[in-house]
């Protein structure tokens, strides 16, 4: 299983990647402006910082919503660095826009994935990654760990090898379930993989295990 961190924080994909886990970043608008990040030039920029900080893939989006649109954007993004993986959104331009990328050996992360139909178009165009987003469902009462339970079935039905990239990841039991589904990748905050790490029994054998050595010294 793959692990991206999911935020345009330099200091939290610095921390991922000291940790010797990440395989990659995914970014939306939103997470750029959240670190006060605005105008194309800034976010061009920014792209390629993260680049240089992460070993693997960095999800770059395209903010056109039209077929042109996107090529042109998704064009610039791809330019910035070959780490950069295009980002486009679920609707009809976008997938058309993945099999014009996907044919031109760019890789691409269709986004904003909230059904099994959708989830099947993406991996028609051949999308590297696709994202269904399981915590924006589960904040509306519905079961995202079974849409991805759904698609795994799908895509395993056909070879597709598209690579299901569950996103919206927001903790650490996420994380888990998607792993027992088969994701392929889970794109979470820093916390939703450090939070992996801890657990009581560690740190109190840990801590007598120091005392101990201590005794015998
Ligand atoms: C990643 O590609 C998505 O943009 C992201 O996971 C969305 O997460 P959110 O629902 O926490 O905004």
């Known amino acids: 299983m793959k692990f991206f961190i999911d935020t345009a924080n330099l200091s939290d994909i610095a921390e991922a990647q000291a940790l010797g886990v990440l395989d990659g970043v995914t970014t939306n608008p939103s997470l750029m402006a959240k670190e006060g990040i605005t105008g194309a030039k800034n976010i061009l920029k920014h792209y390629v910082d993260i ?18 649109g996107m090529v042109q954007q998704g064009e610039e993004l791809a330019a910035l660095h070959p780490q950069i993986v295009v980002k486009l959104p679920m609707i009809a331009d976008g997938v058309k826009a993945c099999k014009y990328f996907s044919d031109k050996g760019i890789k691409t992360n269709v986004t904003l994935v909230f059904s099994p139909g959708q989830a099947l178009l993406a991996a028609k165009a051949g999308a590297t990654y696709m994202s269904p987003f399981l915590g924006r469902l589960d904040d509306i009462s519905t079961d995202g760990l079974q849409l991805i339970a759904e698609i795994r079935q799908i895509y395993d039905n056909y070879g597709f090898e598209t690579q299901i990239l569950a996103a919206s990841i927001r903790h650490t039991m996420h994380v888990i379930n998607c792993a027992k589904i088969g994701a392929d990748v889970m794109t979470g905050p820093l916390s939703s993989i450090t939070g992996l790490l801890k657990h009581p029994l560690t740190d109190s054998g840990l801590a007598q295990f120091l005392l101990d050595y201590q005794k015998g010294n």
């Open 51 to 68: 680049c240089n900080i992460v070993d693997g893939d960095v999800s770059a989006e395209v903010i056109a919503t039209d077929f042109e």
